[in-house]
């Protein structure tokens, strides 16, 4: 089957289609044939060994336990193992592969007990793809800093995949959501139902007036200490720092808001597997709006 394989660290340029292997599904897994994946920031940082900790993880001189990038998939299941009920030939699904990876294949394996659920009816492949992993991350933190109904939020970084996803999370919890963004992304914050929205190139954010309950770091580019002049008295400072541990309830859950119409996935352009180093170099420049998809299957 076709893949991308990178062999060493270092830019896009590592990343080459290439003929692998295709895996047979065990008892409890189920092969997947990869319609669309995405290009995230843990997918260049794993090529890129950026921090440097990522050698521990996948080997300290190249890649030796993730060598196909991927942290998303939406694709059909092709075959099941013999212990799996939940899901069986022809469905068609999405999920989040985490340190696994694997998205950048033709065909992918996952336990049937991993992150993976069925498609939502109301979402292209594209956008299924491109949900797990910035959905995931924002629910994860919004619950961790128990947002609920009434409280005001902000969300720094809030034009990007996890931002996007935690406006529409926090507005479906009742808070009251402030996103700082570019300018030119005012108007897309202001579509996903942002209270209010401020541009970080002409406005000193820690110099605001307004106190906040939650501020959400959803780029990983901001401290608590030079934001807790507007953080209220208890409030909570949450950032994508840290890791997140999503499960497969969560997934169900995102899928239901999805099917209610509460949820949508931004895709700002997609691309094809063969063109696999112009998206990574494209969402490298820290410039993309949502979510950036790559179309496996031709």
């Known amino acids: 089957m076709k893949a991308i394989v990178y062999e060493k660290y270092g830019t896009a340029d590592v990343l080459n289609l290439t003929e692998i292997d295709k895996p047979i599904p065990k008892n409890d897994e189920i092969l997947i044939k990869i319609i669309s ?15 440097f900790l990522v050698r521990i993880f996948n ?19 092709e075959k099941t193992g013999k212990n799996v009920s939940g899901f069986k030939k022809g469905d068609a699904v999405f999920a989040y592969c985490g ?10 394996c996952l336990k049937e007990t991993d992150i993976i659920e069925q498609k939502p009816e109301n979402m292209s492949f594209e956008e299924a793809a491109t949900t797990p992993l910035g959905s995931l991350t924002a629910l994860y933190f919004l619950q961790k800093a128990n947002v609920s109904n009434g409280q005001k939020i ?15 999370l926090a507005k479906y919890f009742g808070a009251k959501v402030t996103s700082v963004c570019s300018q030119k992304n005012i108007d897309l914050v202001k579509s996903l139902g942002t209270d209010y929205s401020i541009d970080y190139t002409t406005t000193d954010i820690t110099s605001l007036k307004e ?10 580019k901001i ?17 994508v720092k840290s890791q ?3 499960t497969q309830n969560d997934l169900h859950f995102i899928k239901m808001l999805i099917e209610s119409e509460n949820l949508i996935s931004i895709i700002d352009k997609t691309y094809k ?17 949502g979510n950036v998809a790559v179309l496996v299957k031709d």
């Open 37 to 51: 994946t995405s290009v995230s920031a843990a997918d260049w940082r794993l090529r890129k060994a950026n921090p």
């Open 99 to 108: 340190l696994k990876f694997g998205g950048y294949a033709e065909y992918l």
């Open 273 to 289: 597997l063969k063109d696999i180093r112009e998206a990574h170099r494209y969402v490298e420049r820290f410039r993309k709006r």
């Open 211 to 220: 106190k906040f309950d939650v501020i959400f770091d959803a780029v990983g």
């Open 223 to 239: 401290s608590k200490s030079d934001f807790r002049k507007i953080l209220s008295h208890n409030g909570r400072f949450v950032s």
């Open 59 to 77: 080997g300290l001189f190249k890649p030796k336990r993730v060598k196909t990038l991927g942290f998303e998939i939406s694709g059909i299941v």
């Open 154 to 168: 902000l969300i720094y970084g809030a034009s990007g995949s996890v931002g996007t996803f935690a406006i529409q």
């Open 244 to 246: 997140s541990r999503p």
